[in-house]
Nanobody, 121 residues
Framework: QVQLVESGGGLVQAGGSLKLSCAAS????????MGWYRQAPGKQRELVAS???????NYVASVEGRFTISRDNAKNTVFLQMNSLKPEDTGVYYC???????????????WGQGTQVTVSS
């Protein structure tokens, strides 16, 4: 079984910072891309940032220059440093990972349970 566990969410004032972490554990052979998504109330879940195993990153335009995604491959962990937070960044943040549990099994996407980020104005 594979688990992704997020931490680091909370309540912060506009202009503040938070750092999210997501650790993957269990039977893992390899991890390809990892990413962060968010879902605001009444809206669809959207990709915020992603990072490949080689370190290539991708961001949604609204967070470019404010958020930084990184990963520690040795610890199967992905991070999201969020600076200059805005009220519109509020939502539940989910991490995901495209991984293989065995060399013989296909790549499958796993999700964390989500962590709430609330930015007050």
């Amino acid at each position: 079984q594979v688990q992704l566990v997020e931490s680091g969410g909370g309540l912060v004032q506009a202009g503040g910072s938070l750092k999210l972490s997501c650790a993957a554990s269990g039977t893992i052979f390899s991890i390809n891309a990892m990413g962060w998504y968010r879902q605001a109330p009444g809206k669809q879940r959207e990709l915020v940032a992603s990072i490949t195993s080689g370190g290539n990153t991708n961001y949604v335009a609204s967070v470019e220059g404010r958020f930084t995604i990184s990963r520690d491959n040795a610890k199967n962990t992905v991070f999201l440093q969020m600076n200059s937070l805005k009220p519109e960044d509020t939502g539940v943040y989910y991490c995901n990972a495209d991984l293989k549990i065995s060399i013989f099994r296909p790549t499958t996407t796993y999700w964390g349970q989500g962590t709430q980020v609330t930015v007050s104005s």
